[in-house]
């Protein structure tokens, strides 16, 4: 999880509707405080910035959501009124369900059969000992984040932050430099963050200037086109998908196989250039 995009953890909102404003996103003594913006502005160098410290250690967390939170502007809110225009996802607004407390939730996950999206989703998570507070806590280093706010764009946010290991399950990318890259790639169409397309079009470019001899590129270009043609995934009633088979569940959303990606080698996958491999 997060491994280009940020590690969720090594071992280690929707208040417009509900009364409650505290709970979940990492611990049960967050606070939901009120946004101090009602719109936040890119910050294009900060974010260049925090790139070059990316593309130099590819682990570095804070880097991804300082390129995230620079370049946020509107998307929070387009995602945010989707939801509002759907029938599931708006039910997934009124519920407020903060995943990361369910996803840490080691006796709720256990429940799941062999073969299930939730099954799969632990055993991605397991043997690189990521957790979804782990991932939370990181998201809260940026000094100036909103994103344990008592707003929902922010409960939209965390949302995004929450189910990215278990868009890496749907679609196939495992956590290396190039599988996170590609899980980025899918989910620029996805969110219309373009702190996605800064990171995952740096990526490939760094990869391009690697010369592997391998389509690393055009696979990032590939998750792109699959994020594209794939259901709009943020609005899903993750509670239900988890308990779905994933063969089912990767048909039922559109999610393409990543052909390109599988042609990689694994140890090629973090060989892009400027990284420490």
């Excluded at 990171?199 to 590939?222: D, E, H, K, N, S």
Aim: overall charge positive.
């Amino acid at each position: 999880m997060f491994n280009l995009l940020g590690k969720c953890g090594q071992v280690q909102a929707i208040s417009a509707i509900s009364p409650s404003l505290e709970g979940g996103s990492g611990a049960a003594s967050v606070s939901r405080q009120p946004s101090a913006a009602t719109l936040r502005r890119v910050q294009p160098v900060r974010a260049l910035r925090a790139f070059r410290g990316l593309v130099a250690d590819k682990d570095d967390t804070r880097q991804v959501f300082e390129i995230m939170n620079a370049l946020s502007g509107r998307s929070p809110d387009w995602g945010y009124r989707r939801m509002m225009d759907t029938p599931a996802g708006g039910k997934q607004a009124y519920e407020r369900l903060e995943l990361s407390d369910l996803l840490q939730d080691r006796q709720w996950l256990a429940q799941f059969k062999p073969g299930t999206v939730g099954a799969a989703y632990c055993a991605f998570i397991d043997p690189q000992n990521f957790t979804a507070y782990g991932l939370a806590e990181d998201s809260r280093k940026v000094a100036d984040t909103e994103i344990e706010a008592a707003h929902p764009r922010a409960w939209y946010a965390r949302r995004l932050r929450d189910v990215h290991d278990i868009w890496h399950v749907l679609t196939g990318y495992h956590s290396d430099a190039l599988g996170e890259a590609c899980v980025v790639a899918f989910s620029l169409p996805q969110t219309r963050s373009a702190g996605f397309g800064l990171i995952a079009g740096g990526i490939a470019v760094q990869f391009m200037r690697a010369r592997t001899g391998y389509p690393c590129a055009r696979a990032v270009l590939q998750a792109w086109l699959n994020g594209r043609r794939a259901a709009w995934l943020p609005g899903e009633d993750y509670e239900k998908l988890l308990a779905e088979p994933l063969d089912e569940a990767r048909l039922r959303l559109k999610i393409a196989p990543p052909t390109l990606y599988d042609q990689v080698p694994p140890s090629v996958r973090n060989a892009y250039q400027g990284g420490k491999g």
